[in-house]
């Protein structure tokens, strides 16, 4: 991570004995703008598309990651230039980014005007919001053909923590790391948004044209959400392992597009919530 | 919490030297959507709001908080009934409320079309975006007549975990919690949203005829974020304390509040970022 990711605050530190004046390493944390430029020669639009709250670094593949899983572009090719713009600011910062579609791509931007989870004639409801993202995605029905090695996913968080180094710094950012299934690890974003460090992920495997990720574990090092599954399931992701806590309607939105879901992924235990047949975990001993 | 904030899922678990089939308890997300109905009588409109991934429960104190949080109601007398309403549903889940305001009421609809990260003419940063939210706060620079003596602070955590019983069950939710200065607990609300849980307690807070809530402690169960500082800085809070980490934009969006902030309030420690005039800790050795 650039240096860019972190502060330095002055605090007061207390326990039971004592207190320090001290200094302490802040995740930082400030809005980033999508403009999205669009349309032929004669008729460019430009629209503002999204404000996150994100912290900065790998802002294009932020801006590239977030277009692609929310919907509203399906190809690398539909994006011409991706760039910061610097609008006349106090601090100055490189906080707005706009990205520029080739003149004939047709962005999908009823996605952007209400959220996914409200497209489907049912109103709304987890079985809509899960039905309205298979409109939208480029990749469904994952194929079975990725197995893991149940001893390899042990091995991931210690792995990403290795490797995730402001995380140790200021305790306030959240990872998305994707691996090979023998456990060589790809790629880590971070993030004070755990979907803006997934955005960044996804957008640094479009730009090295790793899509679909069928053949990749994604580690969050979080809870797993539906808005997760639902970006995962975008980039064509197999295999889902989180540290933390799964959400029902992730479960339920794994389960239908065949993705295994894997959860409370630490202290040598895991579960696994969905598509249980891809983890190879035949030489344990079964209990019932 | 209700038992609709839970679900049961049969998963398999595994660890170095087993694996069983078994059943866990998941937290339940579904999307819920706010609707505003406000106009005079004879042209009345509605509008649609927000969509959010929440926790089933005290969704009419979610969209109450909400509604105050994001600045587009400023009383709670603008508010002349909110009801969940039934769209056509296969599922038939409660997941539309519709907060009608009364006649003479005019919402602030601008945050809704963007966020508040982009209303200051400064363009898109973190001092612009705290400057947005000094335009529709309704409690401002807070007074000093708050004091939390530090021994209290120490015991929150506990106080909380003995009510958060569906975190117990699942490990997928946030909590957030009020407290006296005495340590005694006033409320707790739960949701897979941290942002939710909190409109929820404010939400409870305003029915409660409680705002200001200027002589309270807000315990936050994960990390501080710059929109949670925002929400407690709508309601008047000068004392937020949160179990996890804060943001860059939490500490300063608090220093400019004058909100005194706390973070990794756990293990007998806690660091003070902001504000440390309100934290009793007159007895301590102090050490540089």
Redesign the interface.
Known sequence: MASSSI?H?P???????????TS?A????????IRLEFGPKNNRQTQ?IS?T?RTPGNDKELALGFLFTEGIITHQKDVAKIEHSF?????N?E??ILVSLSEDAIPNLRNTE??F??TSS????????INAIRTVSVYQDQQDDNFIN?TIL?ELPTLLSKHQEVFAD???LHASALFMPNGELLLVRED?GRHNALDKLIGAAINNNWLPLTKNILLLSG?A???LVQKAAMAGITVIAAV????????ELANEFNITLI??LRN??????TA?HR?L?SD?????
């Open positions: 502060t605050q605090i007061t530190k207390v326990n039971h004995t004592a207190i320090t004046q302490d802040l995740a930082i944390e400030e809005p980033l703008e503002n404000v709250m609008i006349a600011c106090a601090e910062k906080n707005t209400r959220n989870y409200t049912c109103g709304v409801c987890g079985k809509g919001s149940a042990h200021t305790g306030g004070v809870r959400s539906f808005e933390g806590a799964p959400s029902s309607l992730a479960v959860g409370f040598e235990r895991f579960n696994i919530y249980a983890i975990i344990y001993e079964t209990t019932h």
